[in-house]
């Protein structure tokens, strides 16, 4: 690096600089007697067969865009490779996992300091092409473990994504809300956890879960190669880890699972009645009933999670773990209990990006921020539009993601709504602003497309409702549970003079949307669209219904245009003027 005239990394930068990452990373210890454990354990597994075919499948499932070691080879062009040379490769790979190492010719890991949102930096290893093959080759195996080891408690995959995790904490919260109990929720932040797990923890959860020993020692050799910190131009000196999995490892999530069952079991089995949820590194702990069962539950839960924690090396965040609470002397309560991992009691919280709010208030201060921050970016979508870039097409391939993310359980009010659609059509729009422009149309352009989806309304109307279809179709809560939430939120949003102000979750927002296209909801499961055709969320699946709201919210777009334009009026009650052809014209011209 300094041949190539490049600098080092001074103490300091990249927020903890180099110093201070080789003191989390233990650089200069002596190892803890991971290697030494495993090699000593009698492992009867015998790996399975490592077939050219599942390598070859494997390197094709890489992105294009994906980013390259020291080595700087893409798995993809090694597809291009003779096959007597690929041959061979499976048979060093074989090799590798039989010794538990790797070449000593390919030990480097470039650690990328990627900055946060939220201030700081997040370490991104990118690894030797080897271990990322052969990783991702193994996935079938690491998969098997975590359908034998899928809990209740756990997401992350398929089907249960942060958005589940997190529509299910705030519907807790309302239905503890909706039945008259009081409600608290504990957030558990982890100090970069996976810098901070040690390899002896790895080794002992393990044999504990029944991870395989031979694909667990070779993931510790990956994180105990030789590594070096590059924050721009700058790189650090070669050092060598001895604690943390490197996070951008094919294996890195899983073995964060690995760590963290045995934690979370261990509470569980001291007080059952907490309902847990754990998103990878991110733990939520909840629990309802009368303030002192709470207490008396949450508490001990929480203390025996926090302790585990710090026993296996982690470390809590004094700043980011917060409680909420229905009331805020049962938050008080609660954090008294934990004064020692010094948890903060909030009114308002978030959880996987989701406002939380212990189901008694409306947390909307998530989706505003997200607002605020998507408005601060238009001077760089017009900048972008005046260079000639289509930025209509952004907006309907990801531009808006940040924009509309957690709004599944909450639902957005009108008044946001409108706001959200009028900063993503002057995004769209020519440099000089919309001009006047009717927002309805101006979004109906944006789109593109009889399937495209620029407007926000889109989202803020299928999240809500294909959620709660999603719930009552995968059973996230009984129907009768169900039933009960939505024959009280709308019996409470009817009386209300602003029931916007008292959606105070999922249930609430489902009812408040659907009625905003027009629809009926009879009850948790059976709702009549705009058009008079009766669904049934036990029987339609999920994608039916989110179909028919898009087609909703299209009708909702021309029935507003209508009221505008009396002269369209006869669009009100179809489907609106055939767009097709200046979809066309556009697209030609753009």
């Known amino acids: 690096a300094a041949a190539e005239g490049q600098g080092c990394i001074r103490d300091g930068e990249g927020g903890a600089g180099a110093d201070g990452w080789g003191s989390i990373w233990r650089v200069g210890r002596e190892g803890?007697?991971?290697?030494?454990?495993?090699?000593?354990?009698?492992?009867?597994?015998?790996?399975?067969?490592?077939?050219?075919?599942?390598?070859?499948?494997?390197?094709?499932?890489?992105?294009?865009?994906?980013?390259?070691?020291?080595?700087?080879?893409?798995?993809?062009?090694?597809?291009?490779?003779?096959?007597?040379?690929?041959?061979?490769?499976?048979?060093?790979?074989?090799?590798?996992?039989?010794?538990?190492?790797?070449?000593?010719?390919?030990?480097?890991?470039?650690?990328?300091?990627?900055?946060?949102?939220?201030?700081?930096?997040?370490?991104?290893?990118?690894?030797?092409?080897?271990?990322?093959?052969?990783?991702?080759?193994?996935?079938?195996?690491?998969?098997?473990?975590?359908?034998?080891?899928?809990?209740?408690?756990?997401?992350?995959?398929?089907?249960?994504?942060?958005?589940?995790?997190?529509?299910?904490?705030?519907?807790?919260?309302?239905?503890?809300?909706?039945?008259?109990?009081?409600?608290?929720?504990?957030?558990?932040?982890?100090?970069?956890?996976?810098?901070?797990?040690?390899?002896?923890?790895?080794?002992?959860?393990?044999?504990?879960?029944?991870?395989?020993?031979?694909?667990?020692?070779?993931s510790i050799a990956t994180y105990r190669m030789k590594r070096v910190l590059r924050i721009g131009d700058a790189i650090s000196d070669v050092v060598q880890a001895t604690r943390g999995i490197t996070a951008g490892s094919g294996n890195a999530t899983t073995e964060m699972r690995l760590e963290m069952i045995g934690i979370v079991d261990d509470a569980l089995e001291q007080e059952p009645t907490v309902e847990p949820t754990l998103y990878v590194d991110d733990l939520s702990a909840q629990c309802a009933g009368p303030d002192a069962y709470i207490v008396e539950h949450l508490v001990p839960f929480t203390q025996a999670v926090c302790d585990g924690i710090v026993a296996a090396g982690g470390e809590i965040s004094a700043t980011k773990s917060v409680c909420t609470a229905t009331s805020p002397s049962l938050a008080h309560s609660i954090v008294t209990g934990l004064v020692q991992h010094k948890i903060m009691p909030l009114i308002r919280a978030k959880s996987l990006g989701f406002g939380m709010a212990a189901g008694v208030r409306r947390n909307a201060k998530v989706i505003n921020q997200r607002l605020k921050e998507y408005k601060a970016r238009i001077p760089r979508f017009r900048m972008l539009r005046a260079m000639g870039v289509d930025t209509a097409r952004l907006n309907r391939t990801g531009g808006t993601a940040a924009l509309v993310w957690g709004q599944e359980a909450s639902g957005v009010p009108p008044s946001t709504l409108l706001q959200q659609r009028q900063a993503v059509a002057s995004t769209g729009s020519p440099a000089s602003?919309?001009?006047?422009?009717?927002?309805?149309?101006?979004?109906?352009?944006?789109?593109?497309?009889?399937?495209?989806?620029?407007?926000?309304?889109?989202?803020?109307?299928?999240?809500?409702?294909?959620?709660?279809?999603?719930?009552?179709?995968?059973?996230?809560?009984?129907?009768?549970?169900?039933?009960?939430?939505?024959?009280?939120?709308?019996?409470?949003?009817?009386?209300?003079?602003?029931?916007?102000?008292?959606?105070?979750?999922?249930?609430?927002?489902?009812?408040?949307?659907?009625?905003?296209?027009?629809?009926?909801?009879?009850?948790?499961?059976?709702?009549?669209?705009?058009?008079?055709?009766?669904?049934?969320?036990?029987?339609?699946?999920?994608?039916?219904?989110?179909?028919?709201?898009?087609?909703?919210?299209?009708?909702?777009?021309?029935?507003?245009?209508?009221?505008?334009?009396?002269?369209?009026?006869?669009?009100?009650?179809?489907?609106?003027?055939?767009?097709?052809?200046?979809?066309?014209?556009?697209?030609s011209t753009a």
């Open 32 to 218: 803890d007697g991971a290697i030494a454990e495993l090699n000593s354990m009698e492992d009867t597994a015998i790996p399975p067969e490592l077939l050219l075919d599942e390598m070859l499948y494997s390197l094709m499932t890489f992105p294009n865009t994906t980013g390259l070691g020291w080595d700087k080879v893409h798995p993809r062009a090694m597809r291009r490779a003779h096959i007597q040379w690929l041959q061979a490769l499976v048979k060093l790979l074989i090799r590798c996992e039989k010794e538990g190492r790797w070449p000593k010719t390919i030990e480097l890991v470039i650690i990328c300091l990627l900055p946060k949102t939220d201030g700081g930096f997040r370490p991104i290893g990118l690894l030797p092409v080897l271990p990322r093959v052969w990783m991702r080759t193994r996935r079938n195996v690491t998969r098997a473990w975590e359908r034998r080891n899928d809990l209740s408690y756990m997401y992350a995959g398929k089907g249960k994504g942060a958005h589940v995790a997190a529509w299910q904490q705030s519907a807790r919260a309302e239905a503890a809300a909706r039945f008259k109990a009081a409600y608290a929720q504990g957030l558990l932040d982890l100090v970069k956890a996976f810098e901070r797990i040690q390899h002896w923890h790895l080794v002992q959860q393990a044999a504990r879960l029944g991870y395989p020993r031979w694909l667990i020692r070779l």
């Open 433 to 587: 602003g919309l001009g006047g422009q009717d927002i309805d149309i101006a979004l109906i352009l944006q789109d593109g497309s009889a399937t495209g989806m620029a407007d926000p309304a889109f989202v803020a109307h299928s999240g809500p409702l294909g959620h709660w279809a999603m719930a009552a179709w995968n059973g996230w809560r009984s129907t009768e549970s169900l039933g009960m939430m939505m024959q009280e939120a709308m019996i409470e949003c009817d009386k209300a003079v602003h029931p916007w102000r008292i959606a105070y979750g999922p249930a609430a927002a489902t009812y408040l949307t659907a009625k905003r296209l027009g629809w009926t909801i009879v009850d948790a499961t059976t709702w009549i669209t705009d058009r008079g055709f009766q669904l049934n969320l036990l029987v339609d699946p999920p994608v039916v219904i989110t179909r028919q709201v898009h087609d909703a919210v299209r009708r909702w777009r021309w029935r507003a245009i209508s009221l505008k334009f009396p002269s369209l009026a006869v669009l009100a009650d179809g489907e609106g003027a055939i767009m097709e052809p200046i979809w066309k014209l556009l697209r």
